[in-house]
């Protein structure tokens, strides 16, 4: 199967200090694949970089093996499928729950299927009904992931780049979110999921990818990468 | 008791004028990142063009004036946005302010060549006509100046909370990276934006100009300034919040002139600047984290 996102020695920094350094991944349609690392480690940078929010300083990025991502705007990647769960939600505070929806499917054409979409997503999310005219900003954080998920999903989106989707939620909600990453995955949509919750993301996950300071230092199935002796040091190590 | 009145009517009518002004800095502040010195000109270059557009049609009076000094500003606006604005997208605020600084003393100095630089006569394209509401007798041209400019700044607030490109413009004000990555054309709204702001400057500029019956190279130096501490004042995570500090220090002015006297009329503005950023860092309703 052809990849749908392939990154192949991926460098990126800030000023001159490398923050991505020679970075190589791809995922296939459908998969879910997850880089675990540590704070500092690149994550989020490679995710920018994806969406072309940051510059990268060399390598390249492909989606379908034929369209070069680093000459797109984000607004033309986002056209082609591509959608984002930005770490910490970052929702639009000011705006109700209602336009953060909307606005995760601003460029549909079709508004009668956008409506249809964004009923779809309340329905799927019942607390989310409760609250459609309240300002995102006033949100619980779980409720705030959920608007964050929902509003990636509005635009049926191919692949979700997903940044830290379980970071500062309570334990309860953590569980909820990752049985919900599963769910979207089973619905066919790839997942690029970017995760410090190294447990929970190899349960989910096809395929992991480890990442120290800029460098890709371990790659292969999850459950491979698990019962890995470096692994559980690191990431899985001390408590249960 | 009617005193009071009617300076809170007057304020009213010279503080919509600053509120318009007011949300033309806002908005490119808030949306493209960049502390507009032209904008108080383009108001400026708006009142001539409407001044020309009424000189050439005079059968068509006021409605042409309004159009031309609508179309006059947003073509300045659309001028500086691609000539000095996007290049400078994503560079520090303050290459931006400098560059807008310096189309802002052209556009002053070439108006005062082409014009003079002392007022000139404003074509009068309303009847000098009192009309009494109450106790409060306004002209008609404070009523139209007024009514103008509450239009603009309800239509403002529509867009912004009810259309598509409106919750875009407010998703690229609070975060611009998360809208271009959720299919905004950021590029595209910043410039609609910054010709939404000139054209409803430059409407508000000919209204004023028929209603002190004059223009002036320089006009935009006051209006600007005012609206500037309007913007500092409400903070500026909401633009409903800059269009009530705007009338709120036009009425405060009326206030001071009324109550006080007219020499300290200038000054009320920096003290209220001046007490509620020592208070209220943010302003009044909060602003965005930079």
Do not use: H, Q, Y
């Given at each position: 199967m052809t990849a749908l996102l392939q990154v192949k020695a991926l460098a990126v920094s800030y000023g001159v200090v490398p923050?991505?350094?020679g970075v190589s991944l791809e995922i296939k349609p459908g998969e879910l694949r997850v880089i675990l690392g540590a704070n500092g480690a690149g994550k989020t940078t490679i995710i920018k970089t994806l969406f072309g929010l940051l510059r990268a300083r060399a390598g390249e990025i492909s989606f379908n093996e034929e369209i070069d991502l680093l000459r797109l705007k984000p607004h033309q990647i986002h056209a082609l499928g591509v959608a984002w769960v930005p770490e910490g939600r970052q929702l639009w505070n000011t705006l109700s729950v209602m336009d953060n929806l909307r606005l995760g499917g601003f460029?549909?054409?079709?508004k009668a299927l956008l409506e249809r979409r964004i009923e779809g997503m309340l329905e799927r999310f019942p607390r989310l009904r409760e609250r459609h005219n309240q300002i995102a900003g006033s949100l619980s954080g779980g409720e705030q992931q959920m608007v964050a998920i929902a509003r990636a999903l509005i635009s049926a989106p191919r692949l979700v780049l997903m940044d830290e989707?379980?970071?500062?939620?309570a334990p309860l909600m953590v569980r909820e979110v990752f049985d919900l990453v599963r769910e979207i995955n089973a619905m066919g949509i790839a997942i690029l999921m970017v995760e410090q919750n190294a447990r929970q993301a190899l349960k989910v996950a096809h395929w992991a990818y480890l990442l120290e300071t800029g460098r890709i230092v371990e790659s292969g199935p999850a459950a491979e990468i698990a019962s890995k002796e470096s692994v559980q040091a690191v990431f899985l190590g001390g408590h249960a | 008791m009617e005193l009071l009145l009617q300076q809170l009517a007057n304020g009213l009518v010279i503080g919509s004028t600053y509120a318009v002004v007011a949300i033309g800095f806002a908005l490119a502040f808030t949306?493209?990142?960049?502390?507009?010195?032209?904008h108080p000109d383009i108001f400026m270059v708006g009142m001539f063009a409407g001044l020309v557009g009424a000189a050439q049609?005079?059968?068509?009076g006021f409605a042409i004036a309004i159009l031309a000094g609508a179309l006059g500003a947003c073509f300045v606006g659309f001028a500086l946005e691609r000539a000095v604005i996007a290049p400078l997208r994503g560079r520090d605020v303050l290459m931006t302010l400098i560059g807008t600084l310096g189309v802002a003393i052209c556009l002053q100095n070439g108006m005062a060549l082409i014009a003079g630089p002392d007022p000139v006569a404003y074509p009068a394209l309303l009847p000098r006509q009192f009309v009494d509401i109450g106790p409060v007798a306004l002209t008609l041209r404070q009523i139209l100046n007024f009514g103008i400019s509450l239009c603009l700044l309800i239509l403002v607030s529509l867009y912004v909370r009810r259309t598509a490109f409106g919750r875009a413009t407010r998703a690229i004000a609070e975060r611009p990276d998360v809208a271009a990555a959720f299919g905004v054309n950021v590029a595209r709204i910043c410039r609609l934006t910054i010709l939404l702001a000139s054209s409803m400057a430059g409407i508000a500029a000919v209204s004023v100009g028929v209603l002190y019956g004059s223009a002036s190279a320089f006009v935009g130096l006051l209006y600007g300034l005012k609206a500037f501490i309007c913007m500092l004042v409400a903070g500026n995570r909401y633009f409903e919040g800059v269009m009530v500090v705007g009338l709120a220090i036009g009425v405060i002015e009326a206030l001071v002139t009324g109550y006080l006297s007219s020499s300290l009329r200038d000054a009320a503005a920096f003290f209220v600047l001046i007490g509620v950023l020592y208070f209220r860092p943010n302003g009044l309703f909060g602003s965005y984290a930079a």
């Open positions: 923050a991505v350094d460029g549909m054409k079709d989707p379980s970071l500062g939620l | 949306v493209l990142r960049v502390i507009n010195f032209a049609w005079p059968a068509l």
